[in-house]
């Protein structure tokens, strides 16, 4: 079938969405509730804390491009959902049930692992169903589903955890982790073309890409100066974010008994019902070009982290979790989308998404170690304003040496059959 021509069934797009919105917390486990679990039920210090909001990124930084190579090579990436499903159930319940260091560190790798499936698994189911023509507003589409399921998820947990335990949304989490299973067993396999999901040719399209060479060697593929810089750019963004909202619900849950949780949701549920609109339209946005939209949310991530440290006040620390739901949309969006650019032809889709993911995790642990044990010394402001100006490098990296990929590849095309 011709790539513009498919059109998967409304069963397995419907079944897409329902993924994309019970996923959305299981993708990264308790996240930064884990952080206020630690501190105000078991008096961790924050150096600890860090080690243990590291733990998970490391696992993900080792296993995500290996598991964007198997999300390539294997057509089970259904089964693949599943695998990361149980495992995040596991790793919530035994941090739950026995919140020792050792069996938080044991539980927060096994999240870390699944966490490294499930992006690449569904971006190439979304892409194997739709193409690449229609994959912008897909990946929108996604997103928005994917942040309403963490608007639920955090209401849910914010209740569970102020009115009956903190240990309640480790329990949420896995039950979430059960239904994505449920959903993503509704998606028909047949429907899904398993080369065109890994950014080659269609299987039964006669194309030029598919006479010889079709899939790239995965170190020529990283000799593309592009990929190596947004890369970078990437690293360094999540340097300064990934430990922005961890430290603020630190910082809501010190001197508070109760009510820490309650604003950790807010801050949460802020950030996703932002993101939904944002994803959507970013989704239609990138249609026409991918780095304007981009640059907008490497823009607000130094105005974020420099808000943060003008007052203690909840009201005015959750609101500006409004920034980081227009940058969180929009990367959400563009980030798989630039990717899909880069490599179209290639058939090293994911596993250079994969690459791409543990650059993300590279720059998620470093900043949830390094922020911990900078507040240990020298307090919360000064992690914010450090963090801020990490994020204003990387949007300058990114604003001055990340090229336009809209169409990128048909110039690398006409390059490469001049040559």
Not at 19 to 25: E, G, M, Q, T, V
Not at 253 to 266: D, F, W
Request: hydrophobic share 50%; charged share 15%.
């Amino acid at each position: 079938m011709d790539e513009k021509s498919r059109e998967p069934s409304q069963k397995s797009l419907k079944a897409l969405d329902f993924l994309n919105l019970f996923l959305s917390d299981v993708r990264d486990g308790v996240g930064p509730y884990l952080a206020i679990f630690l501190k105000a039920s078991e008096n961790w210090h924050p150096a600890d804390i860090g080690i243990a909001m590291s733990a998970s990124t490391v696992a993900t930084v080792i296993a995500q491009t290996p598991a964007g190579g198997l999300v390539d090579r294997l057509r089970q990436k259904r089964m693949l959902i599943v695998a990361g499903a149980t495992l995040v159930s596991i790793g919530c319940i035994v941090i739950a049930l026995l919140p020792s260091f050792p069996v938080v560190i044991g539980g927060q790798i096994l999240i870390g692992l699944a966490a490294a499936v499930f992006p690449p698994a569904i971006a190439a189911i979304s892409l194997g169903l739709v193409g690449h023509n229609k994959f912008d507003r897909r990946v929108g589409r996604n997103e928005a589903f994917n942040h309403g399921g963490n608007v639920l998820a955090a209401v849910l947990a914010g209740v569970a955890g102020h009115f009956i335990t903190r240990k309640g949304i480790f329990f949420l989490v896995a039950a979430m982790a059960g239904a994505s299973a449920v959903a993503v067993s509704r998606i028909r396999e047949k429907e899904i073309d398993h080369e065109l999901a890994r950014g080659a040719a269609a299987e039964d399209e006669d194309t030029p890409e598919k006479e010889g060479h079709q899939v790239s060697g995965f170190m020529q593929l990283f000799s593309d100066r592009r990929i190596l810089l947004f890369c970078l750019a990437v690293i360094l963004f999540h340097f300064a974010n990934a430990a922005m909202l961890p430290l603020v619900g630190q910082r809501l849950s010190e001197g508070k008994a109760t009510g820490a949780t309650l604003y950790m949701s807010a801050c949460i549920i802020v950030a996703q019902l932002v993101m939904i609109p944002s994803a959507s339209l970013a989704g239609r946005l990138a249609h026409t070009a991918r780095k304007p939209v981009f640059l907008l949310a490497f823009a607000v991530l130094p105005i974020r982290g420099v808000l943060y440290t003008l007052t203690d006040n909840p009201y005015f620390l959750v609101s500006v979790q409004i920034l980081d739901g227009v940058a969180g949309g929009i990367f959400g969006v563009l980030s798989v989308l630039m990717v899909a650019d880069l490599t179209k032809g290639t058939g090293r889709f994911n596993i250079t998404q994969g690459a791409l993911n543990t650059a993300i995790g590279i720059g998620a642990g470093l900043s949830n170690l390094i922020a911990g044990f900078v507040v240990e010394k020298a307090g919360y402001n000064t992690a914010f304003l450090g963090l801020a100006a990490i994020a204003a490098v990387a949007t300058v990296i990114f604003w001055m040496l990340v090229p336009e990929t809209k169409g990128s590849h048909k110039a690398q095309s006409l390059v490469s059959s001049e040559s």
